[in-house]
């Protein structure tokens, strides 16, 4: 794969400082990049790798100052870069169909373009939709479908009763639809609260590894379209994830939590269950919310409280003891004051 | 699968307010439920959504106000409803043997009326008990034993020297049996110590998906008769979890550390190793626990301390930045007040 | 399985207090022990059970005072012990070669005494060096690499462009490769970013159980030399994890972020992206560190600061409802005291 400078400008629709004739055959991080690759520039953090990247061009927004190289300018030079990468990464590999050793049953519907790797199992009734790729060791239940063009990863499971949209994304290990987490205790003994309800993921979703997303008690949970879901995250019964929603590893929403609109939960974030969190929330990493959250604010601490409260209590948290100190010595002086008064 | 009010009241041991001869055909939320269906209300905050279900039927305890609705009448609406839900959950398949594609060693024993799926496979010398069902993907290692009833989903590993109780449930991608994290660094080398110890799971647990319980070092890790453990739970080697426990997702117990009977342990909290922690303790959601723990007490905060304390503390962290500014003021004060005495 | 005490000392490199014609056939811990077994004294806190363990012998340094038993003096029990677990282990079954039932495209490379069980996939352009185990179900990527002696359990997926270097252990249902954490957000849809990059394992890594180690987005996540990484961890797309390292269970590391050598990170510790942590550096349980971090200290709290700083703060958090009584009890003191002078 080569592309010229100026045919790469012009398929990212940007302006090109340079030789748009020079030759570029793949793309890298400044810092590793060789001559006749492409690199970026977003983060402000690594300006410095700059004057030494070997970079034969970047692509970069127009107030970044860049010497020695070619400059594609653009404004979401991140974005850009994407389109970029994806043009010289691998091709992917054509539709292989149902392979040998793939596993799936008579009566599961299979659309046409797929690749059912050998060790992947299809129950009964399934559907596999079409341009659908399913790994080995991936398992799907009873009745559930998968939507076209999804990609499955290796032993991924989905359980019975789970519906998953187009062009969704589950890496390797996530288990969709394992049972809610509910029993009623008496007498010292949990009785297990049988969970009947699906899930239901919709499209443009990505999960990533050995995520858990549990199925509803009744109803469904839902992970609305175009949310992004990274490894090690739990989803818990009944939980709605609202729509552009990014939900960071290893955070975790309790049972019956509605997430709204472009929430985003940083990682190792904590969600009670039972709330509401409006549309468009940001909650940083390591968070506990244990309240309805309004929209469209940022939200930090355990318990999280408005984020720019909590920048100031993070401030004062280094100087309790300090604070405390200073306490003890205002008491002293006052006894004094008191004492010398009497 | 229909019943009748009156014959659903019976099965339940309620008393009926309302028409007992109209039929249920289901069960759902409140807010899903449509005509013919039983719902429930146990938690005070749906009360609300009493008014607008279309439920036939709800089950309720006495002092719930309920109008233009039928109402099974109990002590314990959770624990019953989930009785209603068992009725009409969908029948369980009849068991399928050891199926054609599954790996079963010539010299494991493997009891009657089990099903063993294609991909699962099962060491020599494992016992897999009566009725129990190995879903695809699952491993059983050498001389592990399954109880009768027991129910292994999808890419569950259970790794050799493994002692599994019966009507135990492990949900999908669960590990139990691999190394604990054990090293005797020397020489800037971790040398890794030999984890010859097993894992033992008593009756009637349920181990939820993606979860880890290490084999012991020497001796076993132990999940005592009862005990319920959440997605993505961490159980370090030599654990002993006791009977009865419940361990909600992405908690973490670490290494040696014994839990009493009846112990919670919420969301995310961290249990640090060597500890005893006593029976029917529990512990707030994201605690860490760095100390032992008195027995029927409860505790929160990062280190634990009495829950009731930390409620105030938690009260007063989102003052810190005014309680410092409160201290400049009285040094400034008090500052004043002596000088104008000298 | 049996050898003198005498043959064990000499063994361990240690010096005799008993009676070295004793036989010993086995090893437990001290309180499980059984006459004819060696145990050992490492942390103080077991002391106690020195004087009730069955114990026919037990490992210890030489300031330890032992009655009424054999002692194998030595410099490091516990390193001098796990030396002795590992002779009285089970002996590890001969290598296999390729069952019937793995799936190993005829591109691979598969190396001499290798075992690769029923389940196992191999794609195309692999390599599995000597001696290699491939446990059911793992999966091995496109032109991914596995160097002699490394040790693959049950499930674990290993995405293609993975190179993992010699005497590997990584634990069941572990992820290496899936797709970094990445997109660009134009227009309310999330963009994802193409991660080409590979992970590089060195030598000696051990990885445990349901862990993620992400690709890179461009150029490789690295794991360095020695290093060990607990379960249900995260490793995120490009950082870099130095020689030697040790993370704790359900610790995550963000985005290039670089730990040098030496680093612990405690459990359920979180790290956010783009920074360098320095060698030797240790993190307490539960930390969140939001900036770089200086080498050869030791930091805690949420945000981490220097432990020693932590441990301070942590006394006086019990403290603040307190501290907030006397902060108002000064200040109405305060009040009367300029209310008198007026």
Redesign the interface.
Known sequence: MEKTLKELAEYLGGSLDGDGSAVIRG???L??AQPGELSFIS?P?YLKELKNTRATAIVATADVVVEGMAVIRVN?P??S??RA??L???AKRPPQGIME?A?VSPDARVGKDVTV???A?VESGAEIGDSVTL???V?VGEGSVIGEGSLI???V?I?EGVRIGKRV?I?????IG??G??????G???????Q?GGVLIEDDV?I?????V?RG???DTVIRR?S?I???V?I?H?VVVGE?S?I???A?V?GSTELGK?VVLA??V?V?G?LKVGDGVQVG??S?V?RDLDAGQAYS???A?PHK?WL??????????E??R??GE??K??DK??K??E
């Open positions: 793309v890298a991080a810092k590793d983060n953090k979401n991140y974005l870069f994407a990468v994806a010289f990464a691998p050793g596993r790797y050998p060790g199992f790994y080995p060791g398992y990863y290796p032993n499971v359980r994304i890496h390797g290990g996530t288990v394992a049972d987490f509910g029993y009623a205790t008496e010292g003994v949990h009785h297990k609260i049988p009947i990505e990533g590894a050995n995520a858990t549990d008690a009744l109803g175009g992004k990274d490894n090690l739990m818990a009944n552009g990014i960071v590893a290893q975790g309790s472009y990682g190792q904590g009670v039972h990493a390591k506990g244990s601490g355990i318990p409280i409260n100031r209590v993070q401030a004062v948290l280094p100087k309790l003891p604070l405390r200073m306490v205002l008491t002086r006052l004051l008191e010398e008064k």
